[in-house]
């Protein structure tokens, strides 16, 4: 989608540190990280928030989290992660481009919000 800086990073034209792609999903570096690793999950297909999840794209939600795993290995997270998604205003999501927050490399916060 034009103007996503997400499909930017999916198609190469804003650069991005990757921790993972296949042909559905890219995984990459956040850049202001808010636990020692912070990485990002998204899927190639612009789908804007979580309340946009539908019988039509649901299956690259479940690829997603079919992925985490291996992901977070990747990552040395075998200790825990936390995985986030922020939608719309009320939860502060900024980028408008369905993404879920992997956080971990350290112990989290209790406090969720
Ligand atoms: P949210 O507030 O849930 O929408 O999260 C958006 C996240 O995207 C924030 O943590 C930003 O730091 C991150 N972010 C924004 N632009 C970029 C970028 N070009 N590369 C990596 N992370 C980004």
Known sequence: MADCIFCKIVDGSIPSKKA???DKILAFY???PQAPVHVL???KQHI???N???????DVVAHIF???PEIAKLL???NGYRIVN???DDGCQSVKHMHFHLLGGKKLSGQMA
Do not use: M, R
């Open 76 to 78: 040395g997270l075998e």
């Open 48 to 50: 804007s928030c979580a």
């Open 41 to 43: 999950v998204i899927p």
């Open 52 to 58: 946009d999840i539908d019988d039509t794209n649901c």
């Open 86 to 88: 922020n939608c719309g």
């Open 66 to 68: 079919s992925k985490i």
């Open 30 to 32: 956040d850049l202001e």
């Open 20 to 22: 993972y792609e296949d």
